[in-house]
Nanobody
């Protein structure tokens, strides 16, 4: 069983900053990639940023230059530093992880989601 727990959401004014955190726990052999997705009201969930276990990151065009994803492999945590926030960044942000977990004597690949944390940016 693997769980992701997010924290750090909240209300901020446009131009402000927030830092989201996501902690993975459970039977983890390795974390292959972690990412952040978001879903605004009435819209589909979209990728915000992703980072591989090797530290390679990728961003949605809408957040490039403003958001930074990072990871701490020793702590099984990832972070999303969000600067210069805009009202259009308002959404529920979900942590996502692609994990290799122990399944008895075998290894099993899983995709796990957090419960989501709300980010609201006021104009």
């Amino acid at each position: 069983q693997v769980q992701l727990v997010e924290s750090g959401g909240g209300l901020v004014q446009a131009g402000g900053s927030l830092r989201l955190s996501c902690a993975a726990s459970g039977s983890i052999a390795s974390i292959n990639a972690m990412g952040w997705y978001r879903q605004a009201p009435g819209k589909q969930r979209e990728l915000v940023a992703v980072i591989t276990g090797g530290g390679i990151s990728n961003y949605a065009n809408s957040v490039k230059g403003r958001f930074t994803i990072s990871g701490d492999n020793d702590k099984n945590q990832e972070y999303l530093q969000m600067n210069n926030l805009k009202p259009e960044d308002t959404a529920v942000y979900y942590c996502n992880a692609r994990i290799t977990t122990y399944a008895g004597l075998h290894l099993k690949d899983l995709e796990v989601w957090g419960q989501g944390t709300l980010v609201t940016v006021s104009s």
